[in-house]
């Protein structure tokens, strides 16, 4: 089986500015989330998709937005670009199994905003 | 509110040395608990995964161990290698998403 896949690998963009994201889950997984990490902290959850519909989201501003397709892949859109915005984005897909539960990880895309 | 810590924030050893990393987290209805490893500006790559229902769990020289009650874990390296030199993260899966702890920036010297 094919693992989560991102595309681009590095984006730069200027303040005020918007961009697109996106992801490619593993095989069979219908669950998709993003997560946001600064440089030298730890990974911030953004939100969740599951089948199509946003399904739990974390501390961000709605200017963060996403979608699903059928096909499970997704994608994170950025509105008004701002200076803190420039991280590395990682995306993630889950496998549900009894009582198995795991997130498999993309390799992210990095942002830089100017 | 669910926040995970990590101690040390930063570890250096010579080569050979067994280390011990550990992370805390505040709410014990965990699902399962994850490590991963980071390289400089790259993805996460997963260590080990241990269910809420199990102690530990092992991989070659990393063993992870699990305590629910007292909201705590810690990932053992032994015989540390330079190539073992990366960030170490911790996460607590609570059924939907990840809470990351910061990280533990670990160099192994030749």
């Known amino acids: 089986e094919t693992g989560v896949t991102q595309s681009p690998t590095h984006l730069i963009k200027t303040r005020g500015q918007q961009v697109t994201l996106r992801c490619s889950s593993q095989s069979g997984h219908n669950t998709v989330s993003w997560y946001q990490q600064a440089l030298g902290q730890g990974p911030q959850f953004i939100f969740q998709?599951?089948?199509?519909?946003?399904?739990g989201r974390g501390n961000f501003p709605p200017r963060f937005s996403g979608l699903q397709f059928p096909n499970y892949s997704s994608e994170l859109n950025v509105n008004a670009l701002e200076l803190d915005d420039s991280a590395l984005y990682l995306c993630?897909?889950?496998?549900?199994?009894?009582?198995?539960?795991?997130?498999?990880f993309g390799p992210g895309t990095r942002l830089t905003v100017l | 509110k669910q926040e995970v810590t990590q101690i040390p924030a930063a570890l250096s050893v010579p080569e050979g040395e067994n280390l011990v990393l550990n992370c805390s987290f505040t709410?014990?209805?965990?699902?399962?608990l994850q490590w991963f490893r980071q390289d400089p500006g790259k993805g996460l790559t997963s260590l080990l995964l241990i269910q809420s229902s199990q102690r530990e769990q092992t991989s070659g020289r990393l063993n992870a161990s699990l305590d629910k009650s007292s909201g705590r874990s810690t990932l053992y390296i032994a015989a540390s290698q330079p190539g073992d030199s990366a960030t170490y993260l911790c996460?607590?899966?609570?059924?939907?998403?990840?809470?990351f702890g910061p990280g533990t920036r670990l160099s192994v010297l030749p």
């Open positions: 993630a897909s889950t496998r549900w199994g009894s009582p198995s539960i795991e997130q498999f």
């Open positions: 998709y599951y089948r199509e519909e946003e399904n």
């Open positions: 996460a607590a899966y609570y059924g939907q998403n990840f809470v």
């Open positions: 709410d014990s209805a965990i699902y399962n």
